[in-house]
């Protein structure tokens, strides 16, 4: 248990201490992993992990999508891959028959948007 607590204070400094951008990354890295496990359950034909997990990458897209500062032109891109990837989760999760297909899409354009963040952020840097 002291182990589960120091990882728990561990990630919460971590998250605390995080740049806007770094929080940014952290939640897209948040959103495969939670894609990678829901294609687990897929794979398994375990619903409820499927279920629990597409839902969890759903409020992260969700969040994401919110959170776009339009004053930006590259925010309106942005916006149209979170509701692409948005439109991807909620097909998966009506049509089974193409769940597999669709999260991995997802899980492609999530990595692409992904590195495209890091991208930004290492090019703002150096900039700065």
């Known amino acids: 248990m002291t182990m589960m607590n120091a990882y728990a204070q561990y990630t919460n400094s971590k998250i605390m201490t995080a740049s806007p951008a770094e929080l940014t990354r952290m939640l897209y890295d948040g959103a495969i992993k939670f894609t990678n496990i829901a294609i687990i359950g897929l794979e398994r034909n375990d619903e409820q992990k499927f279920e629990t997990y597409l839902l969890k990458v759903e409020n992260i897209i969700d969040y994401l999508n919110k959170t776009l500062d339009m004053r930006y032109p590259v925010a309106k891109d942005f916006e149209n891959v979170y509701n692409l990837i948005m439109g991807l989760l909620i097909d998966a999760d009506m049509h089974r028959e193409f769940a597999m297909e669709n999260m991995n899409q997802v899980n492609k354009h999530l ?14 840097r150096e900039s700065a």
């Not at 990595?111 to 703002?124: C, P, S």
Request: hydrophobic fraction near 45%.
């Open 111 to 124: 990595h692409t948007m992904r590195d495209t963040w890091a991208e930004v952020v290492r090019t703002a």
